[in-house]
C-alpha cells in the first residue's frame, strides 16, 4: 500500500530557504552543468569530425560511422552501475573530478587516431571513461536540494545539453576551420581543441565541489543547518512511507517500476543520440538534395539552430513542471510532438524547412527530459537511488549504441535517412504511451505536492 507524504512546505519559502537554494543554484549548478557541457561535447566531437575529412581520411561508410558513435556506450553500459555505486561510496567530488580527468586524456588520443580499429577503440574506451559522470551528476544534484526544487535545478542543469550544440558546433567549426595548425588536419585539431578542457576542468572540480552541505564553506551555519535538516526529513520520510521499502541496490535492480522508466528513456535517448550524431551529416547532405553549399562554419551554425530553441523550450517546459509538479504529460507530450515531428524533417522541400521541423523535434526532447528525470528519485534512495538511477541510465543509453548504428546501417541499405528516421519517431512514440499509461495510472498523489515516495518493490 503506498501512503503519500504530505508536502513539508511553507506557501511562501522564507529568507533562509531563498537564499540557500540561490546559493546551491548559482554555486554549483553551473559548475556542474560546465562539466556535463564538456562531457556532452566529447561524447558528440565525432558527429563534426564524420562529415569533415574524418570519415573520408578513415574510409568510414555510414554504418562503420553509426558503428563508431555507438560502440562508446558499450564500454559506458557495462560500468554504469558499478561507477554510480563507487560514487555512493567515495563521494562525488573525487569519483566525479576522476571521471572527467581520465575521458579528459583519452578524447585527447583521437588526434592521433589512423585507422578504423584505432578509432572503434578510443571510441569504447572514452565509454569506459566517461561511465558513471550523467547519472553521478544527477544523484549529486538531487542530493543537494529538497525535492520541491529539484525539478528547476535539473532544468537548469540539463540547459547545459542544448547549449553544447549551440555553443560547440560553431566552436568545432572554427577548431576544422584552422586545419594544418600543429600539422593536424582539421578534424584532428577540434578533437585536440575539447579534449584538454576535460582535463583543465577536472582537475578544478577536485578542489572547487563539496560532498554534502556541512562541508561547504560557502554556505552559512544557518544555511548548513536548514538544507541538512531539510534532506535528512525527507529521508525519514522515504523510510517511514513504506514498511517493504528497501535502500539496498537490489530493490532498485529488481523493481517494475525502474524497468519502466528505463524503457521510457530509451525511446527518449534514441532521439536524442540520432539527432546528435546524424545531425551535422543531414546538413551536409542539403547540398545534394537542394543544391546548396555550405562552408564548415555555416554548418556549424546551421546544426546549432535547432538547439537554441530547444534550450529556450527546455526552460520553459521545466519551469510549468516546477510550478504544478511533474505530470505525466510534461513527459509525454513532447516525446508525441517528437514522435510525430521527426520524420517529417526529410520530406520538407527546402533547408530551412528540415531545420524549422528538426527544431521542433529537439524542442521536444529537450523538453521531456529534464522533467522525465525528476520522477526515479521521488522512487529511490541512499544506494537504490545510485544503482536506481544508473540502470535507468544504462538501459536507457544502450540506444546511444543502438541508434546511431541502426541509423547508419539503414541509410546504407536505403541510400537515405528517411526510414531510419520513421524508426526514431517509433521509439519516441514508445515513450510517449509509457509515460501517458505508466505514469498516468501509478503516479502517487505526493507528486502533485513536490514531495517523495518511497520505491515499493513490489511495483510493476
Given amino acids: 500500500m503506498r501512503t503519500a507524504m504530505p508536502a513539508a512546505q511553507p ?19 553551473p559548475f556542474v552543468a560546465l562539466m556535463f557541457f564538456i562531457n556532452f561535447l566529447d561524447r558528440t566531437a565525432i558527429s563534426f569530425a564524420g562529415p569533415n575529412g574524418m570519415t ?26 558499478p561507477s554510480n555505486l563507487a560514487l555512493h561510496k567515495f563521494g562525488a567530488r573525487r569519483w566525479l573530478a576522476r571521471i572527467m580527468v581520465t575521458w579528459g586524456i583519452v578524447a585527447l588520443l583521437f588526434t592521433w587516431v589512423s585507422s578504423v580499429p584505432g578509432l572503434y577503440a578510443l571510441r ?62 582539421g578534424w584532428r585539431v577540434m578533437f585536440l581543441g575539447v579534449a584538454l578542457p576535460a582535463i583543465v576542468v577536472g582537475i578544478v572540480a577536485w578542489f572547487y565541489l563539496s560532498d554534502r552541505p556541512s562541508e561547504a564553506r560557502w554556505l552559512t551555519s544557518a544555511e548548513q543547518q536548514w538544507l541538512t535538516g531539510e534532506l535528512e526529513a525527507e529521508q525519514r520520510m522515504r523510510e517511514a512511507n513504506a514498511s517493504a521499502h528497501r535502500h539496498h541496490a537490489g530493490a532498485a535492480l529488481t523493481s517494475g517500476r ?73 513527459i509525454g507530450i513532447p516525446a508525441l510532438i517528437g514522435a510525430l515531428s521527426i520524420p517529417l524533417a526529410l520530406f520538407m522541400k527546402s533547408p ?22 525528476a520522477l526515479p528519485a521521488r ?39 528517411q526510414a531510419p528516421m520513421f524508426v526514431v519517431g517509433a521509439f519516441m512514440l514508445l515513450s510517449a504511451v509509457l509515460a501517458f499509461a505508466f505514469c498516468g495510472e501509478r503516479r502517487p498523489r505526493a507528486v502533485d505536492e513536490h514531495a517523495s515516495v518511497a520505491l515499493d518493490p513490489r511495483a510493476g
Fill in 56 to 81: 573520408k581520411d578513415l574510409g568510414l561508410g555510414a554504418a562503420q560511422f553509426g558503428f563508431a558513435a555507438g560502440v562508446f556506450f558499450i564500454g559506458y553500459i557495462f560500468l554504469e552501475v
Fill in 258 to 330: 525502474v524497468w519502466m522508466f528505463s524503457l521510457m528513456y530509451f525511446g527518449l535517448i534514441y532521439g536524442l543520440y540520432a539527432l546528435a550524431f546524424f545531425l551535422p551529416s543531414i546538413i551536409g547532405g542539403f547540398e545534394g538534395r537542394f543544391g546548396t553549399h555550405f562552408n564548415v562554419f555555416q554548418k556549424g551554425l546551421i546544426t546549432a539552430i535547432p538547439y537554441l530553441p530547444a534550450a529556450i523550450a527546455l526552460f520553459l517546459w521545466s519551469r510549468s513542471a516546477t510550478k504544478r509538479g511533474v505530470r505525466n504529460w510534461h
Fill in 379 to 417: 522512487f529511490l534512495s541512499g544506494a537504490a537511488a545510485a544503482a536506481g538511477i544508473a540502470l535507468i541510465n544504462t538501459v536507457g543509453n544502450l540506444a546511444g549504441f543502438v541508434a546511431p548504428y541502426v541509423t547508419g546501417a539503414m541509410k546504407d541499405a536505403t541510400g537515405s535517412y
Fill in 11 to 29: 506557501d511562501r519559502p522564507s529568507q533562509l530557504e531563498r537564499s540557500t537554494i540561490r546559493k546551491v543554484s548559482m554555486r554549483l549548478v
Fill in 124 to 185: 569504447f574506451l572514452l565509454g569506459v571513461a566517461e561511465a558513471g559522470f550523467f547519472p553521478g551528476a544527477i544523484l549529486f544534484l538531487s542530493t543537494w536540494v529538497p525535492q520541491r526544487h529539484r525539478s528547476h535545478i535539473l532544468a537548469l542543469f540539463y540547459l547545459a545539453q542544448p547549449l553544447t550544440i549551440v555553443i560547440g558546433a560553431p566552436f568545432a567549426a572554427l577548431l576544422i576551420d584552422a586545419h594544418g595548425l600543429f600539422g593536424l588536419a
Fill in 352 to 373: 530551412s524547412a528540415s531545420i524549422a521541423v528538426i527544431a521542433v523535434t529537439a524542442c521536444a526532447i529537450f523538453s521531456a527530459l529534464p522533467n522525465f528525470w
